[in-house]
C-alpha cells in the first residue's frame, strides 16, 4: 500500500437494522413464526449511502445529535458490524477506545488483565512485553498491578482499560466519547497521549459532544444527521453550523412544547401538588380554597426540565419564562460575555404586597451557581397585580459553555409563603467558544507577572495563602 | 499492514482461518484465563479436576458393581479411561453454548474473531483432560493394567475428539446467540448423549440384532456409525484398558466424520458470525 493511500474508506455504505419488535428468542416461536410470516418488522437506517475517506494521519471528528448513526459508523470501521450494502476498507491496525475495560475478567489481576487484553486487541505476548510497563506507568497503578481488578476503583479499572487501549500502537484510533476518563489531571494526560499519537502520524476518528476537544485535535468534522453526511470540512465552520442548527431546532421544540403545553393546561387543569394543601392549611378560614394554577400560559416559555417540580398556594403564577439575548430576542443558547435576560411572566389573582421575585440558576450537575432575589438585590416592587412580567438581567454572561437550570419562584416579602415556586424548571445553554474552559463561570479578572529579585535581601519573604489541611 | 474490507459478502473460510491465526496469542490468554478464573476462587484449586472425575467413578463403581453388577474387570478403570474424554466434551458443549452469549461485552465493543471463544472453551477443557490423565495412570497402576505401546495412540484420539467437540461447540454457540433456548434443549441432548454412548457400559453388550419394528437392526454397528462420540470414547478404552490395537477402519471414519462435522460447525458460525454485534 502506497503510503498517500486513505486509511478508511466508505463506498456507498448503509447500514440496515431490522427492528424485530417481537424477534423469534425460541425454537417455539420460531416455529409459528414458520407459518404466520407476517411479522411485526420495522426497518431502521443507522447510514444510508455514506461515502467519504480519511487520509493516513487525518484527525476526524463525528458530530450529531443522538441516534445519527455516529456509534454505528465506527463499529462498521472496527468490523463489529457488518454493511448492509457497500463497503468500508480500512487499512491498518485499529485499536478502539469504546469501552474501556471490557475484556477485564475480575478474577485476574491487573497484570493478566494487561496480557489478555492486548491480545483482544491483536497484539502478540512479545508486544505486551515490551509495552507493559508503559502501561502500568501510564495507568498509575504499580502498587496494585498483582491484585484481581475486581477489588479496583472504577478510576483504576478506567484508566487500565485506557492505557492498555491506548498503547495497543495502532495505526487507526477509535474514540467513542470516551475522553471523560478520571479526574481532571488524568484526562488531561489521555488528551496529550492522543495528540502525540497524532504527531506520530496515528489517524483519528473520534465520535464526541466535546466540541471543545473536536475543535481542539481534528483536521475535519463530519456532521450526521438522519443517517446522512450533513456537512463535512474545517471544524471552526461544521461546528458553528451544528450549533446553530441545535439552537434553531431546540426554538422549534419549544415552540411546540409550549403549544402542547397550552393544550394539555385548557384541557385538564393540573392537580395542585401536595405541598399546596400544607401551605394552604396556615391560611385563614376564610380565605378561598387552595387551587391549581389556573393561568393558562400565554406566553413563550423556555424549556421544561424533566425533574422540574412546582409548589406554592398559586395566588399569583408564573406563566411562564423567557429567555432573551443581546438583541432582546427569545434564545435559548447564549455566548459567554452575552447579555442575559430571564423575562419571569406573572398572573396575580389577588394584589401581593412588596413581593420577593427570586431565581436560582444550577449547573447541569446540580452546583448552585447563584440564587439572587429582588428583596436582598434591594429592588422593591411595590405590589404585584394583574399580569406583567419581571426581567433579571445579567449584562455580561459570565458563565462558561454548558446546559444550566433555571430556578424562578414568587414569594411574600418574609419568604415564608411560596405562590409559585417552578423549582430548577427552565434549561439554557451557553455555546462553547470563551478562553475558560474549566469551572462554570469566567471572573472579570486580570493577570499580571512580576518577577521577583532573588539577590536583594531587603525583600520581605513571600506570605503563603492559607493551605487546605 | 492489513487491508480490511467489511462488506455485506460471506467471508471465506480460509481466510477466517488464517486470522484465527494471527489471533492466537488470544486463544491462549482465553484459555489461561478460563482455567485460572475457574480455580482461584475455589480452596481446592485444580485439585478439583482430579477429585471430581474420581468421585464420579466411584460412584458408578458402586452401581455397576454392587448394585447393577456387570462383571466387568478393574470396573473403576473401565469407567474412568471413558468418563474423562466424556467431561471433556460434554464441558466443551456445555461452555461453547455460552461462549458468545457469555461475552456479550466483548462481542459488542471489540473486534476479533469470534471462533476464538468457543475454541478457547474447548482446548481449556481439553487442558483439564490432561490435568486429569495422571489420576488415570494411577488407577491403572493400582488395577495393574498394563502399559501398551498403543497408548502412544492417544494424541491420535484426542485430536479426533478435539476437531468433533470443536464442530458441535462453533455450531451449538452461534445457535445460542439466536435461539436462547438451546442450552435447555442442550442440557437433555446432553444427558441422552451419555447413555448412548458406551461410558458406563460395555459397546460390546449391545445386540447385533434386534428386531425394531420389524426390521432386523445392528444396534451395536448404529450406535458407532451415528455416534461418533461412542467411536471415539471406544477407542480410548481400547488402547488405554485393553491396551489392543483400535480398528483403525472405524477411527478414520470417525475422524472424516469428525472433520466433517468441523467445516459445517465452522461455515454456520462464520456465516452468521457478523451478525453477533448486533443481535446479542
Known amino acids: ?469 | 499492514m492489513s487491508v480490511m474490507v467489511n462488506r455485506a459478502r460471506r467471508p471465506r473460510l480460509d481466510k477466517r482461518v488464517g486470522e484465527l491465526l494471527r489471533y492466537r496469542e488470544l486463544v491462549r490468554n482465553l484459555v489461561i484465563r478460563d482455567l485460572k478464573a475457574r480455580y482461584k476462587n475455589s480452596v481446592l484449586g485444580f485439585l478439583w479436576s482430579l477429585l471430581n472425575p474420581l468421585l464420579m467413578m466411584l460412584v458408578f463403581t458402586v452401581v455397576f458393581t454392587v448394585m447393577l453388577p456387570s462383571n466387568i474387570p478393574n470396573y473403576p478403570v473401565f469407567v474412568l479411561c471413558a468418563l474423562l474424554p466424556w467431561n471433556w466434551f460434554a464441558g466443551s458443549l456445555n461452555g461453547g453454548i455460552n461462549s458468545v452469549v457469555g461475552n456479550a461485552n466483548l462481542v459488542k465493543k471489540v473486534y476479533f474473531p469470534r471462533e476464538a471463544l468457543p475454541l478457547s472453551v474447548v482446548l481449556a477443557q481439553g487442558v483439564n483432560f490432561l490435568l486429569a490423565l495422571p489420576a488415570l495412570f494411577a488407577m491403572m497402576l493400582v488395577f495393574r493394567i498394563p502399559f501398551t505401546a498403543w497408548l502412544l495412540l492417544l494424541p491420535v484420539v484426542m485430536l479426533v475428539q478435539l476437531v468433533f467437540s470443536l464442530g458441535i461447540a462453533l455450531f451449538v454457540a452461534a445457535l445460542n446467540v439466536f435461539f436462547r433456548d438451546t442450552g435447555v434443549i442442550m442440557e437433555v441432548l446432553l444427558q441422552a448423549w451419555f447413555f448412548l454412548t458406551p461410558v458406563v457400559y460395555d459397546i460390546m453388550v449391545l445386540p447385533e440384532s434386534k428386531l425394531i419394528l420389524g426390521h432386523d437392526v445392528d444396534v451395536r454397528r448404529a450406535a458407532f456409525i451415528l455416534n461418533p462420540m461412542a467411536s471415539i470414547i471406544a477407542n480410548y478404552r481400547v488402547i488405554l484398558y485393553w491396551g489392543s490395537p483400535p480398528a483403525f477402519d472405524f477411527l478414520i471414519r470417525t475422524a472424516v466424520t469428525s472433520l466433517v462435522i468441523l467445516v459445517v460447525g465452522y461455515w454456520f458460525f462464520i456465516r452468521v458470525a457478523g451478525r453477533f454485534g448486533e443481535e446479542i
Open chain 1, 1 to 469: 500500500m502506497a503510503a498517500a493511500s486513505p486509511a478508511v474508506v466508505f463506498d456507498h455504505v448503509s447500514k440496515r437494522f431490522i427492528l424485530h419488535h417481537d424477534r423469534p428468542r425460541s425454537f417455539q416461536e420460531w416455529l409459528v413464526r414458520r407459518f404466520r410470516p407476517d411479522e411485526d418488522v420495522e426497518e431502521f437506517w443507522a447510514l444510508r449511502d455514506v461515502s467519504f475517506s480519511v487520509a493516513r494521519g487525518e484527525a476526524v471528528a463525528f458530530i450529531g445529535t443522538n441516534g445519527a448513526g455516529k456509534s454505528s459508523l465506527l463499529k462498521l470501521i472496527n468490523g463489529i458490524l457488518t454493511p448492509t450494502e457497500g463497503a468500508v476498507i480500512v487499512d491498518g491496525r485499529i485499536s478502539a477506545l469504546l469501552e474501556l475495560g471490557a475484556g477485564f475478567h475480575p478474577d485476574l489481576t491487573g497484570r493478566e488483565n494487561i496480557y489478555l487484553n492486548g491480545s483482544i486487541l491483536g497484539l502478540d505476548r512479545r508486544t505486551i512485553d515490551h509495552l507493559y510497563p508503559h502501561i502500568v506507568k501510564f495507568a498509575e497503578i504499580e502498587d496494585f498491578i498483582d491484585m484481581p481488578v475486581k477489588h479496583y476503583s472504577s478510576g483504576m479499572y478506567m484508566r487500565l482499560g485506557f492505557a492498555v487501549a491506548i498503547h495497543a500502537e495502532p495505526d487507526i484510533l477509535l474514540v467513542d466519547e470516551v475522553l471523560a476518563v478520571g479526574d481532571a489531571a488524568f484526562q488531561t494526560k489521555c488528551m496529550h497521549r492522543i495528540l502525540d499519537l497524532k504527531k506520530r502520524g496515528v489517524t483519528i476518528l473520534i465520535v464526541s459532544h466535546d466540541l471543545d476537544a473536536v475543535r481542539k485535535l481534528c483536521d475535519r468534522v463530519f456532521w450526521l444527521q438522519n443517517s446522512h453526511i450533513r456537512l463535512a470540512g474545517a471544524p471552526s465552520k461544521v461546528i458553528a453550523a451544528y450549533l446553530d442548527w441545535v439552537a434553531q431546532h431546540q426554538m422549534d421544540d419549544l415552540a411546540e412544547e409550549a403549544e402542547e403545553e397550552a393544550e394539555a393546561k385548557t384541557e385538564a387543569p393540573t392537580e395542585p401538588p401536595a405541598e399546596t394543601l400544607v401551605a394552604a392549611s396556615e391560611t385563614p378560614a376564610d380565605a378561598p380554597k387552595p387551587r391549581g394554577p389556573t393561568s393558562k400560559a400565554i406566553v413563550p416559555s423556555a424549556a421544561r426540565h424533566p425533574d422540574a417540580t412546582r409548589w406554592g398556594t398559586y395566588d399569583a403564577e408564573i406563566t411562564g419564562v423567557e429567555f432573551l439575548d443581546s438583541a432582546g430576542k427569545s434564545a435559548q443558547a447564549f455566548d459567554t460575555g452575552d447579555r442575559f435576560t430571564a423575562r419571569i411572566y406573572y398572573d396575580a389573582h389577588k394584589p401581593i404586597p412588596h413581593p420577593m421575585i427570586g431565581v436560582a440558576i444550577h449547573s447541569e450537575d446540580g452546583m448552585h451557581v447563584t440564587g439572587p432575589n429582588t428583596i436582598t438585590s434591594g429592588y422593591d416592587i411595590s405590589v404585584l397585580e394583574g399580569q406583567g412580567y419581571v426581567d433579571y438581567i445579567v449584562d455580561d454572561l459570565p458563565l462558561i459553555a454548558g446546559a444550566y437550570v433555571f430556578t424562578a419562584a414568587i414569594y411574600d416579602f418574609w419568604e415564608s409563603t411560596a405562590f409559585d415556586h417552578h423549582d430548577k424548571a427552565f434549561v439554557f445553554r451557553v455555546r462553547p467558544g470563551a478562553p475558560e474552559r474549566y469551572g462554570v463561570v469566567m471572573l472579570p479578572a486580570r493577570w499580571a507577572h512580576t518577577p521577583i529579585d532573588t539577590h536583594d535581601t531587603s525583600a520581605s519573604a513571600p506570605v503563603q495563602a492559607d493551605r487546605l489541611r
